[in-house]
């Protein structure tokens, strides 16, 4: 995969969603979107198992290195500027991934410009997973499913919670201990101070979440 200057380079969250999204039984001609594409690794690869496939990101870079990928794949991916879950207001969609920004960070809102942009996720990390779990029930087809990857750090219980209360059935799939990224590690001091991490803990827990329409 080719990634432009300030594009999120696919690390081991893009590989386990894409294990995950292996595992799912794609139908020819399944419509798939891809929230927050980035580099649009998993975008191509859901195009790959025979899916019609929609990627969006906020990030010109983002778009402009996914459509390039695309193109060197081989692969047909519709790509589009928008803003995380534009798309809901026109379709749904048999399969809804994402692999969004999940990494809590001081200063409260989300950076709007820059590459921080691609992991930063406001105080709490969830700033677009919530979003993500609120759309679901619209964007999500009856017989779909939304695959989510995030970290621990922001609370996997709080998007079971989420997604149950928004009438989507939810369970996490796969779990993953991994060592800590350069993000976190360049944080550890005001994350402990959180109490989101204990000292001397070195690793974080990613989650698959899986969910369907209850």
């Known amino acids: 995969m080719v990634t432009l200057p300030g594009v999120y380079v696919p690390q081991y969250d893009t590989q386990f969603l894409m294990a995950a999204l292996d595992q799912e039984e794609m139908r020819p ?4 979107l891809d929230l927050g594409t980035g580099s649009g690794a998993l975008a191509v690869r859901a195009a790959q198992l025979g899916g019609r496939v929609t990627a969006v990101d906020i990030a010109w870079r983002a778009v402009l290195t996914a459509r390039l990928n695309a193109f060197l794949c081989r692969q047909r991916v519709m790509v589009r500027r928008e ?6 207001a026109r379709r749904s969609y048999d399969i809804v991934l ?21 992991w930063d996720a406001g105080g709490d990390g ?5 979003r993500i779990c609120d759309a679901a029930p619209a964007v999500v087809r009856p017989q779909g499913v939304l695959l989510l990857v995030h970290s621990d750090l922001c609370g996997t219980e709080a998007t079971l919670r989420r997604l149950s209360r928004v009438g989507m059935r939810a369970t996490v799939s796969e779990r993953a201990l991994v060592p800590f990224g350069p993000v976190v590690r360049s944080r550890l001091p005001w994350l402990r101070e959180r109490g ?19």
């Open 29 to 32: 001609g399944s419509d798939v």
């Open 83 to 88: 803003d995380l879950t534009a798309s809901v």
């Open 98 to 118: 994402s692999n969004p920004p999940y990494v809590p960070a001081p200063g409260g809102l989300p950076p709007r410009h820059g590459q921080a942009r691609a």
């Open 126 to 130: 969830r700033a677009l997973v919530d």
């Open 196 to 214: 989101l991490i204990g000292d001397g803990q070195d690793r974080e827990e990613l989650v698959i979440i899986r969910a369907e329409h209850a």
